[in-house]
């Protein structure tokens, strides 16, 4: 794994840009966010998006994310992460995106807020796994088509669309964050979690890396 | 294509593209940054308790941060508002940010008007936005069911509730145009008499006061 470009947590706050990913670890985690760990061997159960930086004199910027939690999506300050006794986060970044993607990946956030959270998905990652643990069969294909609904977002996929989107069209290919060859592009878009994007090279590390 | 008789707007060729409450008032006019949205909900006991107690059509308010730009790919125009959702404390949420369009497409359960600060340059009007947004998730103050109901018939309990109560949501706003605005022009964005100290007109202003203040101006919906 690469290195951070920050070791200072702070220091990396001060330099964060809309659109930038946060990872985020829930220490007194309930079993569905230690599901998602296992499920995606990862040390992250959550990721948000920098949705604007506030910046003041002589202080540490105010930090909004836009994020995808129960009720939808929704906006929030950073500063709620920001506990180290209940959360760790990390941060990353996708490099080469213009001031007017940025631009474009905010309309896309705009657009989004209340767009309701997509439980199905959930309830269909866990149906894949245990089908695989079972009958050592994948179902994700199934899943993919049947079960997720694509109007509807859970917190990775809502990372990953709004990136597809937000690039110029020549660019896409290159913020995709599942990078395994040769899955349909379905799987790709929606079958997606924080693991992958906290390994993903498609983004580097500028705060915390841990896959 | 449809034709529709908008009430005080004229004939509209195709209202499909209009909200459901633009539909009945006739179409929303280009909004603001920081213009203040007022709101009635039809089906809330506590709401009706409260615009009984402040003598006034609208119990909640929220204030534009973003009008809505479908070319840079969003058409709702975003609100953010101070909410108490039930009367149980774990539930009761704050700050968030929304679409208009949840209070606009819904007339069963809301009616909406706008008010606008007038003589507001671009650059207040961020201020105004970046100040909401710095309070976003601050907590919402209780309305207590039992207060408003009592004070909804003693003129004694009403002088006395008022007296005290918090509104988050108009607070909201009264402090984010006081705050934004430089020192010198601070009373022209007072929504209630200065008879109150900065900081309890921060704290105590009502819905009331915004709809019933001269420091705005009804631009859709007055009531």
Known sequence: MDAARYTDRSEAIRNLRVADIIMTRTKHANWLLRGIRKMSHSYWNHSALVFEVIRQKDQEPEVLIVEALDKGIEIHRLHSYLNEKDFDIGVKRVPGITDEERERILGFFLDKIDTPYDYTRLFGYMLNRIVLKLANVKVRDMIAQRIINIDNFVCSSFTQRAFYLGVAPEKRDRVMFKENAGTNFLYQMEFITPGDIAKSKTAEWLYNPHD | ?223
């Open chain 2, 1 to 223: 294509m449809h034709k529709h008789e908008v009430r005080g707007h004229g004939t509209v060729d195709d209202t499909q593209h209009l909200s459901a409450l633009e539909r009945i008032h006739g179409p929303l006019p280009q909004l603001m940054i920081g213009d203040i949205v007022m709101i009635r909900h039809k089906k809330s006991l506590v709401r009706k308790f409260l615009r009984k107690v402040t003598e006034s059509y609208w119990d909640h308010t929220a204030l534009i941060i973003f009008t809505k730009n479908p070319e840079k790919g969003y058409s709702s125009n975003i609100i953010a508002e101070a909410i108490q959702y039930q009367a149980f404390d774990a539930w009761r949420r704050g700050v968030e940010v929304h679409k208009m369009d949840r209070y606009l497409n819904d007339p069963d359960r809301y009616d909406v008007g706008v008010k606008r600060c007038m003589n507001v340059s671009n650059e207040l009007r961020d201020h105004v936005r970046a100040f909401t947004l710095m309070n976003v998730d601050a907590p919402y103050y209780r309305l207590p069911l039992a207060d408003l109901a009592l004070a909804s018939i003693s003129r004694t309990i009403r002088k006395f509730v008022l007296k005290r109560q918090r509104f988050t949501c108009s607070g909201l706003i009264q402090k984010a145009y006081w705050n934004a605005a430089p020192w010198e022009r601070r009373h022209m964005f007072a929504f209630r008499d200065l008879g109150d100290s900065p900081i309890e007109l921060q704290e105590l202003v009502s819905p009331a006061d915004i709809a019933k203040s001269d420091a705005c101006e009804w631009i859709w919906n007055r009531h």
